[in-house]
């Protein structure tokens, strides 16, 4: 092993204020909740005050998209098209900034949110602002909305708002938002950046506020469309509230991914896409491929591979630019991590973690594999959404397909193998909405993502992301 | 007197996995003065959706053109007892020949969208990166329906575009006017339509579409049919439990009565030697 010195990004880049308002109209407005807290995962330092917004918060931004939603729909898409293009560019141009934000604010390494969350970020903008005076070709009328609620999470925060955000304006719906309470930063750049952009007051607006705040957003009769991302607990009670009201709803939500290594599949590209499928973003990833399912014959030689592997992750500062692993988000999510990990093992199923040191302050949890792991265990079942891998073995193909669709999502899935026609088999076979063959957590805004079953409804991305915010 | 024939009449049963039960309650209830039809009890709801998942497989894995093939061959099959349909429907013989007609035309239509469906939905996705990535459509699984009240088409115009997809389906039949929907039951049976693909109902619609709206292993729920505001209320939130895809209106624009219970799966595989 090579010792690496430290290479931190500075953080100077960022002009972190000491409070932040919400996003209303056009204008950073005072909460009139009690102003919460964000701290940095990785050290606990408080990075910044947020304010919180009250349901009449959330009346005040709903009725400022309502007003802005004439305006904003009746622009020719080609003008529409052109403030999205602006902000594409604008988050091009301080890509580096929003970056090292995120990576303070989620605690992600900077690697990931400079090479992966930002480039997509961009990208999502520019494609759905070429949409925008090109819906007559896509097949979901021209019509939009209206006002879209929109909830995101915290895991990737600004892409999520890339993935709501760029298609309901491409389509001329208006937008409230709320960022996850504990990642609202870069959504608040993000409100700067539309200010940058000259986009009309209230076609953005950004209430923060934990979940009372997305409850009234939901709820909030003058919201037309609802568009949530988060665990599939929320999402059956928003998709219950929202229930027999016409609202129109996309929910992204959990996932228990297989990811399937066949006897054939070459070992060292197997091993690389088994730990960018879990460790990827700390396994804060809803479509992680957090269940192995290794064929018997070669579970020794793969496990073997995988651990060495496992041996070479550097865990630390996500400012860093060598770091692999970052930050636990919050300490809740640390704490049901180690509480399922602990199920794990007392439920029978080996655990085993490289070694590791983790830092003394801020959130940590070290890569961890469990083998001996059954169908019926609670870490083969439920999600974890952290770097926590489950291996399971199967004999074959069609005992695979068996065990990968036993779970009730249906995010995704993976399948490693060097014979075509058996990729196409299990493909055809998986109950997943995206499928990677001989890779993994491969996203694009061209592609169409979204889940089967209770992974939610509806799809982001493509030409498909039209669909949920067209009245069709 | 003596030579009048007295009729054989037709018991109005259940149609569950290609075969024709009676409920398993050992209930009926009379729908015209001398007809009565089953009345299926939630047993026999939650029979049909095992019926209907073992059915889902086989039918989801045969290929569009042979789905096709069986649609149009129900098209067939029903043209052909156009007359019977016609004395069942009742009313103004014009009028319900009209009616069996529409039926039919309206399953020749969907079954010529089996192998087209894909090419207007699916996609192929130019990504950023060396990659293949096509985005097709895919039958959800089981649906249950809650037929309209009318009896014939309204009971085509649901189920053609559920199945021809490739899902399964358990159907509540219109509840006054249950008797046409098991005729069409023995269409089906006569069409090479595997077993378990329509499963039909006959009964009290308060009783049946609760149950099938909460069940676990139902993925799609078309409410069309729904007679009251509460009874729809009630069922989208039951089947918001495991995420339903729910079809509420009586949409009949273009694809959507497909594509309501269609997912989209996307698959990526890397270009390169």
């Known amino acids: 092993m090579f010792e690496y010195a430290p290479a931190p990004e500075s953080r100077e880049i960022v002009d972190l204020r000491p409070s932040y308002g919400l996003f209303i109209d056009g204008e950073f407005t005072e909460g009139s909740g009690p102003a919460f807290k964000t701290v940095n995962p990785a050290t606990e330092e408080t990075l910044a005050e947020v304010a919180c917004a009250?349901?009449?918060?959330?009346?005040?931004?709903?009725?400022?998209?309502?007003?802005?939603?004439?305006?904003?729909?009746?622009?020719?898409?080609?003008?529409?098209?052109?403030?999205l293009f602006r902000i594409a560019r604008i988050i091009q141009e301080r890509a580096r900034e929003l970056a090292v934000l995120e990576s303070l604010d989620n605690g992600k390494p900077i690697r990931e949110s400079r090479d992966v969350d930002l480039p997509l970020v961009a990208a999502h903008f520019f494609y759905y602002a070429g949409w925008a005076d090109k819906l007559q070709y896509a097949g979901f009328g021209t019509k939009p909305l209206g006002v879209a609620g929109q909830v995101i999470p915290w895991n990737f925060p600004l892409l999520m708002l890339a993935w709501k955000v760029a298609p309901a304006l491409a389509c001329g719906n208006t937008v409230v938002l709320k960022p996850a309470e504990t990642t609202p930063l870069t959504a608040l750049l993000f409100a700067d950046i539309c200010r940058q952009a000259e986009l009309p007051p209230g076609v953005v607006n950004i209430v923060t506020g934990a979940g009372e705040t997305g409850a009234a957003?939901?709820?909030?009769?003058?919201?037309?469309?609802?568009?949530?991302?988060?665990?599939?607990?929320?999402?059956?009670?928003?998709?219950?509230?929202?229930?027999?009201?016409?609202?129109?709803?996309?929910?992204?939500?959990?996932?228990?991914?297989?990811?399937?290594?066949?006897?054939?599949?070459?070992i060292d590209q197997a091993v690389e896409g088994i730990v960018n499928g879990i460790f990827f973003n700390q396994g804060h990833v809803c479509c992680a491929g957090s269940r192995l399912l290794v064929q018997e014959s070669v579970q020794e030689e793969l496990l073997a591979a995988l651990k060495r592997r496992l041996g070479t992750l550097r865990l630390g500062d996500p400012l860093d630019k060598n770091t692999d692993i970052g930050a636990i988000n919050s300490a809740e999510q640390?704490?049901?991590?180690?509480?399922?990990?602990?199920?794990?093992?007392?439920?029978?199923?080996?655990?085993?973690?490289?070694?590791?040191?983790?830092?003394?302050?801020?959130?940590?949890?070290?890569?961890?594999?469990?083998?001996?792991?059954?169908?019926?265990h609670t870490i083969a079942r439920e999600e974890i959404f952290g770097p926590v891998l489950s291996v399971l073995t199967f004999r074959t193909p069609a005992e695979a397909v068996e065990k990968a669709n036993n779970t009730p999502y249906g995010l995704s899935a993976g399948v490693w193998t060097e014979k075509g026609s058996r990729i196409l088999w299990m493909a055809e076979r998986l109950r997943a909405g995206v499928v990677w063959a001989n890779t993994f957590n491969k996203f694009d805004p061209a592609s169409p993502f979204g889940g089967y079953k209770e992974s939610g409804y509806g799809r982001e991305g493509g030409l498909h992301g039209l669909e949920a915010y067209l009245d069709v | 007197m003596s030579d009048r024939r007295v009729s054989v009449r037709k018991t109005y049963k259940l149609f569950i996995g290609g075969a024709f039960p009676r409920s398993e309650s050992g209930r009926s209830y009379p729908v015209t003065r001398t007809e009565h039809a089953a009345r299926a009890s939630r047993k026999d709801a939650r029979d049909a959706v095992v019926a209907a998942r073992k059915a889902f497989p086989g039918w989801s894995g045969a290929t569009a053109y042979n789905r096709g093939q069986i649609l149009y061959r129900v098209a067939e099959m029903l043209e052909g007892r156009r007359a019977q349909f016609a004395d069942e429907l009742g009313g103004p013989r014009k009028q319900a020949l009209e009616q069996v007609d529409a039926a039919v035309d309206r399953l020749v239509w969907y079954a010529g969208w089996s192998d087209k469906i894909a090419a207007v939905r699916g996609t192929a996705n130019p990504v950023a990166s060396p990659y293949l990535n096509l985005s097709s459509p895919e039958p959800v699984g089981v649906v249950?329906?809650?037929?309209?009240?009318?009896?014939?088409?309204?009971?085509?115009?649901?189920?053609?575009?559920?199945?021809?997809?490739?899902?399964?389906?358990?159907?509540?039949?219109?509840?006054?006017?249950?008797?046409?929907?098991?005729?069409?039951?023995?269409?089906?049976?006569?069409?090479?339509?595997?077993?378990?693909?329509?499963?039909?109902?006959?009964?009290?619609?308060?009783?049946?579409?609760?149950?099938?709206?909460?069940?676990?292993?139902?993925?799609?729920?078309?409410?069309?049919?729904?007679?009251?505001?509460?009874?729809?209320?009630?069922?989208?939130?039951?089947?918001?439990?495991?995420?339903?895809?729910?079809?509420?209106?009586?949409?009949?624009?273009?694809?959507?009565?497909?594509?309501?219970?269609?997912?989209?799966?996307?698959?990526?595989?890397?270009?390169?030697?």
């Open chain 1, 334 to 376: 640390l704490a049901r991590i180690r509480s399922l990990s602990e199920t794990g093992e007392s439920e029978g199923a080996e655990r085993w973690s490289p070694a590791c040191e983790l830092p003394e302050r801020g959130f940590w949890f070290p890569p961890t594999l469990f083998t001996g792991v059954a169908q019926s």
């Open chain 1, 217 to 266: 957003v939901v709820a909030h009769p003058e919201v037309d469309k609802v568009a949530f991302t988060g665990s599939t607990e929320v999402g059956r009670l928003i998709a219950r509230t929202v229930a027999g009201t016409g609202k129109k709803v996309t929910l992204e939500l959990g996932g228990k991914a297989a990811n399937i290594v066949f006897d054939d599949a070459p």
């Open chain 2, 144 to 273: 249950a329906v809650v037929a309209p009240a009318d009896p014939l088409l309204g009971l085509v115009s649901a189920v053609a575009p559920v199945i021809v997809t490739g899902n399964t389906c358990v159907v509540v039949a219109a509840e006054r006017a249950p008797l046409p929907a098991i005729t069409f039951a023995e269409v089906l049976a006569t069409s090479d339509l595997p077993g378990g693909v329509v499963n039909i109902l006959t009964g009290h619609q308060a009783e049946l579409a609760p149950w099938l709206a909460a069940h676990m292993d139902v993925n799609g729920l078309d409410l069309t049919g729904v007679t009251t505001p509460e009874q729809a209320l009630a069922c989208e939130r039951a089947a918001t439990e495991n995420f339903k895809r729910v079809l509420t209106a009586a949409e009949d624009r273009g694809t959507r009565r497909m594509t309501a219970f269609m997912e989209t799966k996307t698959v990526w595989h890397p270009a390169g030697i």
């Open chain 1, 54 to 83: 009250s349901a009449d918060d959330v009346d005040r931004a709903v009725r400022a998209a309502r007003k802005a939603f004439g305006g904003w729909s009746g622009l020719p898409g080609s003008e529409r098209a052109k403030y």
